[in-house]
Antibody, heavy 120, light 107 residues
Framework: EVQLVESGGGLVKPGGSLRLSCVASGFTFSSYSVNWVRQAPGKGLEWVSSISSSSSYKYYADSVKGRFTISRDNAKNSLYLQMRSLRAEDTAVYYC?????????????WGQGVLVTVSS | DIQMTQSPSSLSASVGDRVTITCRASQSISTFLNWYQQKPGKAPKLLIYAASNLQSGVPSRFSGSGSGTDFTFTISSLQREDFATYYC??????????FGHGTKLEI
């Protein structure tokens, strides 16, 4: 069974930093691109960042470019999102999501999400 | 970047109804279009990928069609458990990926 479990969320002050983690199981993690997608309270889905299977390619939404860094450790089946210079508008549930390259790249498995709140 | 326009933003329907949601891309995306269902407090769930392919385990009352810039998502006969928010998403080429703003399907 494919599972993605996020951790590391919490309350942080504006300008602060936070590191999210996601541990994957039930599939060959090193063969898949993975993404972070977020959802602000009461709002829609926003893609945040993507990293290729071997970390060769990293992509970011304009809204987080220069502040967030995506990384992975295939030996630990883990995905990370380092978030710096956090703003109130970064408040959201952050989902770790697998991308199915073999079927036109849909986001086929999602974690349960972790809440990040940026507030003074 | 590719923009996705989804309509309607909300929809009222009854059990047994046929409902249709549309999604338009700002440029041609071939069939790189996916549909998700999200229930309150839950993660989104993939229903349809590559415009018309049913994800494993998803009931056949859900379907999708379209190519290029115009896409349609249909539920042939609404069940009570289908009341949720639905999103389209493009996965054409390389990121950034983009989502429609969602359609809230209400009783």
């Amino acid at each position: 069974e494919v599972q993605l479990v996020e951790s590391g969320g919490g309350l942080v002050k504006p300008g602060g930093s936070l590191r999210l983690s996601c541990v994957a199981s039930g599939f060959t993690f090193s063969s898949y691109s993975v993404n972070w997608v977020r959802q602000a309270p009461g709002k829609g889905l926003e893609w945040v960042s993507s990293i290729s299977s071997s970390s060769s390619y990293k992509y970011y939404a304009d809204s987080v470019k220069g502040r967030f860094t995506i990384s992975r450790d295939n030996a630990k089946n883990s995905l990370y999102l380092q978030m710096r210079s956090l703003r109130a508008e970064d408040t959201a549930v952050y989902y770790c999501v697998r991308e199915d390259y073999f079927n036109s790249q849909p986001l086929d498995y999602w974690g349960q999400g972790v809440l990040v709140t940026v507030s003074s | 970047d590719i923009q996705m326009t989804q309509s309607p933003s909300s929809l009222s329907a009854s059990v047994g109804d046929r409902v249709t949601i549309t999604c338009r891309a700002s440029q041609s995306i071939s069939t790189f279009l996916n549909w998700y269902q999200q229930k309150p407090g839950k993660a989104p769930k993939l229903l349809i990928y590559a415009a018309s392919n049913l994800q494993s385990g998803v009931p056949s009352r859900f379907s999708g069609s379209g190519s290029g810039t115009d896409f349609t998502f249909t539920i042939s006969s609404l069940q009570r458990e289908d009341f949720a928010t639905y999103y389209c998403q493009q996965s054409y080429g390389t990121p950034p990926w983009s989502f429609g703003h969602g359609t809230k399907l209400e009783i």
